[in-house]
């Protein structure tokens, strides 16, 4: 295991940490990484230490070469003591404390930028990293060259294979997904085709998209593709860039044999109104970008109209009075989005 020196940056001023904390294991300076992991947390801090510990534990588990690694921590501003933390018991990172929160994908963008890696790995801080998940992702990347994007098998913190794998969503997908009927399409031809269940949870598979809670990207596919479209402030910025690298002639490949615990959305469930309203947004930016404006627009609209009716029924059931403050609660979050107009 290698670590590169880091520096902490506030504001767009650098601090130089400790020396002795930013020395690489092995003693060395390292010139250029083979990995740049970026993390972008918002007041998650325990979460972000366990994952941090996890990225440092993986990479002393290799039995073949050592891998040297540039850990770049972005915060957004967290209020929870994160950045405390983080200067205290990682010195060794690169941490960029954000003023404000400037959203998950300008956050990536950040840490892409001061990355020298061969490789990236957007990493969430709500995962941890199994094993040698780390030396293998990388293994693979390197036996494959036209991989522009990879991603391991996510597992629930309870061991069970959580859903990472994706085709590229059509018209009767974004219909589905994310609204209130999706329930009773659970088992449908649609939704079965975009989660990939006709394939199995353990085999390496060629696919459209992957979930970006642990995504390797190659640097020349980087380079070619350009980084993460910030029009898409958290959510489907992931689905965007695959898109483009498979438009542009790379390969994205899950990879079952790495594996990564992910907590999800432990960031976003803190403000679900903003969830709800931003990963609708996505979507709708998503199929304006690449389908058209008016496939968008229809879209937007029927999302809007889904969100009515959902705040029309939740507030009938709060005037005949039943569970009042889960109804009440619920009213605010869609009317919410409502008046967010998903735009």
């Known amino acids: 295991m290698s670590l590169r020196v880091g520096h902490q940056q506030r504001n767009g001023i650098s601090q130089?940490?400790?020396p002795i904390g930013g020395l690489c294991a092995s003693g060395n300076l390292m010139a250029v990484c083979e990995v740049s992991i970026v993390v972008v947390s918002w007041n998650v801090k325990d979460l972000l230490r366990r994952s941090l510990a996890s990225v440092i534990t993986s990479l002393g588990c290799g039995t073949g070469r050592q891998l040297s690694c540039q850990l770049i921590v972005v915060d957004n501003a967290s209020s929870d003591g994160s950045v405390e933390m983080l200067s205290e018991e990682f010195p060794q990172i690169?941490?960029?404390?954000?003023?404000?929160?400037?959203?998950?994908t300008r956050g990536n963008n950040q840490g892409i930028a001061l990355s020298d890696g061969r490789y990236v790995l957007l990493l969430n801080p709500d995962t941890e990293v199994v094993g040698d998940a780390?030396?293998?992702m990388v293994a693979y990347?390197?036996?494959?060259?036209?991989v522009g994007a990879l991603g391991p098998q996510l597992l629930y913190p309870d061991g069970r294979v959580q859903s990472s794998r994706r085709r590229f969503p059509d018209l009767r997908t974004a219909y589905v997904e994310?609204?209130?009927i999706q329930p009773w399409f659970a088992d449908s031809r649609i939704l079965r085709r975009y989660y990939?269940?006709?394939?199995?949870?353990?085999?390496?598979?060629?696919?459209d998209w992957l979930v970006g809670a642990c995504l390797l990207l190659r640097r020349e596919a980087l380079e070619e593709v350009g980084t993460l479209d910030e029009r898409f402030f958290m959510y489907s910025e992931e689905l965007d860039w695959c898109y483009r690298a498979k438009k542009a002639g790379w390969e994205v490949v899950y990879l079952p044999t790495a594996r990564?615990?992910?907590?999800?959305?432990?960031?976003?469930?803190?403000?679900?109104?903003?969830?709800?309203a931003q990963f609708q947004r996505s979507k709708v930016l998503f199929f304006k970008k690449h389908h058209g404006y008016w496939t968008g627009e229809t879209l937007r609209l029927f999302l809007?109209?889904?969100y009515l009716w959902q705040t029309m029924v939740e507030a009938f059931k709060w005037l005949v009075g039943h569970k009042r403050a889960l109804r009440r609660q619920r009213v605010d979050a869609y009317w919410q989005v409502l008046r967010s107009g998903l735009r």
Do not use: W, Y
Request: charged fraction near 20%.
């Open 94 to 104: 690169h941490l960029v404390a954000n003023s404000e929160n400037v959203g998950f």
């Open 178 to 180: 994310g609204t209130f």
């Open 16 to 18: 130089t940490p400790d």
């Open 260 to 276: 990564v615990v992910h907590h999800v959305g432990k960031s976003s469930e803190q403000v679900l109104p903003v969830r709800h």
């Open 141 to 146: 990347m390197d036996a494959h060259q036209r």
């Open 304 to 306: 809007l109209l889904t």
């Open 196 to 207: 990939v269940l006709d394939a199995s949870d353990h085999e390496i598979l060629a696919v």
């Open 134 to 136: 780390l030396g293998e």
